[in-house]
Every structure is written in structure tokens, then in C-alpha cells.
């Protein structure tokens, strides 16, 4: 018999530590109307976070978390230099599964049209799966690299069906540093 998960996934979604400082970058559409925001690592430790600041049209959003020694973070790549066909890795918080690991190739760049035509227009597709709760999460080439931050899907079911957008890591690293 096939096993049901059943969690309240209010507000539940990823991020990446962009810095040995704190900063957080995950998707404005995670944290957004939030009153209270938490950060659960990786290690199992737990943080209180501040929002830094939204970019609404882009869907991305900094937090910050203090810790008393330096974290480990993410290193970014160069989203321009992305190829369709590269292998890629996604990372995040599916359902709650935390640490999900999931494969798959760059499917086509430049993608328009997925969301409001007055929001960011120009997704990386990828067939690596993304579903609810991979949201703010990283896309990785294969040297370990951010490429990406994993968007949205598009979806009759609700569920992941092979087709998953990211932000480029340039556009998204660019907004980051205007919102710190």
C-alpha cells in the first residue's frame, strides 16, 4: 500500500546561504505575508530569521540568520554560460523531505510566458523535479555550481510532470545584492 503524507506545507520552502554572514536567498513567494519566518539548516540546527527584502517581480527574497561562527555557503556560476542539454542537480525541501536531491538537464533557456507577463520572463526549463516546497532552492551544474533558483513548475496535477523553471543565478545574485 502506498505510503500518504499529510503535513501542513504553510510557507515551506528552500533557500540558500549566499555568505558566511547569514544572508538567505530563496523565492519571494516562500516567505511573503509571513509574520514569523524560521531556517532549519542542513546540521538540524534552527534560526529565527529577518526578512531583508522582496523583489516581487523577480520572486526573490534575502532573509538573514545569525549564527555565531562563519556558515558554509553556496558558490554561485554563471548562468549565461549554461548549455540545453547540461546536466543539472536540484536541491530542496519537497513535501517537507528535506535535503531531496533530484537530476536532470537544462531543457531550454530564455523561457517566457510562465507567469505574469508583468513578472520576470526568462526561466532556465529543466526536467530535474521540482515540486511544492523545492521553491528558493538551488539549481546546480555539476561542478557544485548555483545556476539557478528553482521557480516553479508547470502543472495540471499539482505535482511535478517533467517541466520545472529557475531563475538564472546572474539575475538572481544581481537582485540579492540590491536587496542587502
Request: glycine share 12%; aromatic share 4%; proline share 6%.
Amino acid at each position: 500500500m502506498p505510503r500518504k503524507f499529510k503535513q501542513e506545507l504553510r510557507g515551506l520552502g528552500t533557500g540558500m546561504i549566499m555568505d558566511e554572514k547569514g544572508y538567505i536567498l530563496t523565492n519571494n513567494h516562500v516567505v511573503a505575508g509571513a509574520t514569523e519566518i524560521k531556517v532549519l539548516l542542513a546540521n538540524g540546527k534552527r534560526y529565527p530569521a529577518k526578512l531583508i527584502g522582496t523583489d516581487p517581480k523577480t520572486d526573490l527574497a534575502v532573509i538573514k540568520i545569525s549564527a555565531k561562527d562563519p556558515l558554509p555557503h553556496v558558490v554561485f556560476g554563471d548562468s549565461d554560460k549554461v548549455e540545453v542539454g547540461q546536466w543539472v542537480v536540484a536541491i530542496g525541501h519537497p513535501r517537507g523531505l528535506d535535503q531531496t536531491v533530484t537530476q536532470g538537464i537544462i531543457s531550454a533557456k530564455h523561457r517566457r510566458g510562465i507567469m505574469d507577463p508583468s513578472s520576470y520572463q526568462d526561466y532556465l526549463q529543466t526536467d530535474a523535479a521540482i515540486n511544492p516546497g523545492n521553491s528558493g532552492g538551488p539549481l546546480l551544474n555539476l561542478k557544485g555550481e548555483v545556476i539557478g533558483v528553482n521557480a516553479a513548475i508547470a502543472t495540471q496535477s499539482g505535482g511535478f510532470e517533467g517541466i520545472g523553471f529557475a531563475i538564472p543565478s546572474n539575475m538572481a545574485l544581481h537582485i540579492a545584492k540590491e536587496l542587502i
